[in-house]
């Protein structure tokens, strides 16, 4: 894979086709975990770590297991056992191992299972006309695709847990205070992403 | 005693449920999918057919056409013709091109009938991810008609949309591939 | 008991709404509501799959030991939103194209997942199907007004007629992602305002989140926080 590709790709998942702010996955966490910037940014990088390792498992399950035996439509129930047993297992060998990494990254694992955007980047990986647009992925591709797509929820987060301290003192209307200001803020967010549509393609052109 | 009772409890069946739930789903899902597959593939057929019957009418049927296009680089975009149908009564030919956008590569799938003369009968967007308002107007009855009757030698004088020039123009180019594509069926796969 | 069964099929619908006012299920609230044809066909498909759950994890949960809990409701779940992938597939090809993804993400939808353990694995089969159709109901008719809103004046038209006037004066940014977020900030403002003697909602983020029981860790480390 070339450099200028690899460039692509990412920069492609990360801003344009962001997966929390102009896709809408993942949006849970997105909200309920951004109130603090630690915790975003934990947060961010589990599901990281756990995007790279579900896309390393389920893309060869989907290629060499479900293609060649015509279970196609076993995709989800797959996917979604993969994920949630991935989740476990990474939580224990960490609490063994690396208790340094559990104390930190730990509690947010379990909260990863039902998160659409580990499932969503999975499945995005294996469908030819969904992500880049590229058909059919490469193993690394999908790889590059999905530290993309996490980079893309980690930036989301980051920033998101900059704009909330913010709001937090600000004097809102009654009805709007919490939830609903913090959505409207979203949206505002959600607007500076669309300067990068066209951007990214005709830099590496 | 209450240590095997305990193994059991704690265990086996715990083991024996999620298995047996397991199966069980399993089970049912190949046979909705035994029910489903065949419809699913008749629904499939019948829309790609109805796409080509409204880009090239009165065509009475269409057989495929097994050869694979070379890629067209065109103002640099990469446009793929995918597919390319044969009309049975030799009223022209389907071709399906994804080529690039505005909003990413490889995003817009075209699908455009061409009558034996080389031009346009009429194109057709099966997706795209262009911006909601402006470069979706490409998708719009009103600028898919203006190729209608195009040939290859008429390509420049299709005007784009005012405030969506990058994705006129990518459709252009993926016209153009069209139009290679053609030619490239005329002359016998050369 | 009557008024009881009555009070578990409708308190979906506004009190505990599960989008505006439990939060659950915000993705593909946001996701799919851009056509209200769109929407209805999510409701419809994210209700069926519900239905279904609830009605078997409560038949089932006597014999569903506690550990292996979340693995079974999962099976179960990816099961019932695998069948009504493919009965979408096959017979409403429009719904299933438009829907695409989202469709077998309805699997991570905090609806489904969080009804089943917050109602149906301690209630009876009557009252868990109840249940669903409510919460299925009111997740539906959400989406359903919200998809109305973001169609008619984003797109100028409604269930793809077109509107007169807003026709030719949409404001297209309303189908895009941030006309997403604000319409539905908007909206759960609005019943803030008009249901303001709800009961208090749980905190979103700790107990308010489905997943609270898998990770208590995160839940008090998070409400420590506050």
Not at chain 1, 47 to 65: E, G, K, R
Not at chain 2, 16 to 40: F, H, M, R
Not at chain 3, 99 to 108: A, E, R, T
Request: glycine share 10%; with cysteine; hydrophobic share 45%.
């Amino acid at each position: 894979m070339t450099i200028k590709l690899f460039c692509t790709i990412i920069l492609t998942a990360m801003f344009v086709e962001n997966y929390v702010l102009q896709q809408f996955l993942g949006i849970c966490p997105f909200l309920g975990v951004s109130k603090k910037l630690d915790s975003a940014f934990g947060m961010s990088v589990a599901v990281i770590f756990v995007m790279l390792l579900a896309t390393a498992v389920t893309y060869p399950i989907q290629h060499f297991i479900l293609e060649a035996l015509g279970l196609e439509y076993m995709q989800t129930i797959v996917f979604i056992l993969v994920i949630a047993a991935l989740v476990q297992l990474v939580e224990i060998v960490l609490k063994k191992y690396v208790p340094a990494l559990h104390a930190s990254l730990g509690v947010y694992l379990p909260l990863i299972t039902t998160n659409c955007a580990v499932l969503g980047v999975c499945i995005d990986n294996v469908d030819t006309y969904m992500g880049t647009g590229i058909f059919g992925l490469t193993f690394g591709q999908a790889l590059t695709y999905s530290l993309g797509a996490g980079l893309g929820f980690l930036m989301a987060m980051v920033l998101f847990s900059g704009v909330r301290s913010r709001i937090e003192d600000n004097d809102a209307p009654p009805s709007f205070k919490g939830m609903p200001i913090t959505l409207i803020s979203a949206a505002i967010l959600s607007v500076s992403f669309f300067g990068f549509a066209g951007v990214i393609d005709n830099i590496f052109k | 005693m209450t240590k095997t009772k305990n193994v059991r409890e704690d265990f086996v069946k715990p083991i024996l449920v999620l298995t047996l739930i397991c199966l069980v789903c399993s089970g049912l899902l190949a046979y909705v999918n035994k029910i489903t597959k065949p419809i699913i593939r008749e629904t499939e057929e019948r829309i790609a057919t109805e796409a080509m019957n409204e880009v090239l009418p009165d065509a009475g049927g269409f057989a495929k056409i097994d050869v694979s296009f070379p890629d067209v680089y065109a103002n640099g975009d990469t446009n793929y013709v995918t597919e390319a149908y044969k009309a049975n009564n030799g009223n022209g030919y389907v071709f399906q091109v994804t080529g690039d956008g505005y909003g990413g590569k490889k995003t817009m799938k075209l699908i455009v009938g061409v009558d034996p003369d080389g031009k346009i009968v009429e194109t057709k967007t099966l997706s795209h991810s262009e911006t909601a308002g402006m470069g979706s107007k490409t998708a719009g009855d009103d600028y898919r008609f203006r190729w209608t009757g195009v040939d290859a030698s008429a390509i420049d004088t299709v005007d784009g949309i005012s405030g969506a020039t990058f994705s006129s123009g990518h459709y252009k180019n993926s016209m153009r591939s069209v139009f290679d594509a053609f030619a490239y069926v005329m002359n016998g796969g050369k | 008991m009557k008024g009881e069964r009555l009070k578990t099929l409708t308190k979906g619908i506004i009190l505990e709404n599960p989008v505006l006012v439990l939060v659950l299920g915000t993705c593909p609230t946001l996701a799919t509501s851009t056509q209200a044809s769109n929407a209805f066909g999510m409701g419809a498909a994210a209700t069926a799959v519900l239905i279904c759950s609830n009605v078997f994890i409560s038949l089932l949960r006597r014999a569903i030991s506690d550990k292996v809990r979340i693995p079974c409701y999962i099976v179960l779940i990816a099961t019932f939103v695998t069948i009504v992938q493919m009965i979408l597939n096959a017979f409403a090809y429009p719904i299933y194209e438009a829907l695409g993804l989202y469709l077998p993400l309805i699997v991570v939808n905090c609806i489904i997942l969080g009804r089943a353990e917050a109602f149906a694995n301690k209630h009876g089969v009557l009252d868990s199907a109840l249940d669903a159709i409510g919460m299925g109901l009111g997740f539906t008719l959400t989406l359903f007004v919200m998809a109305s809103i973001r169609e008619i004046f984003g797109n100028g038209t409604w269930m793809g007629l077109p509107i007169p006037v807003l026709a030719d004066n949409h404001i297209s940014i309303l189908t895009m992602a941030p006309g997403g977020f604000f319409v539905f900030g908007c909206l759960i403002a609005c019943v803030n305002k008009w249901f303001k003697n709800k009961p208090k909602k749980k905190d979103f983020g700790c107990e308010g989140c489905p997943s609270a029981s898998l990770c208590q860790a995160a839940g008090r480390k998070e409400c420590e926080a506050k």
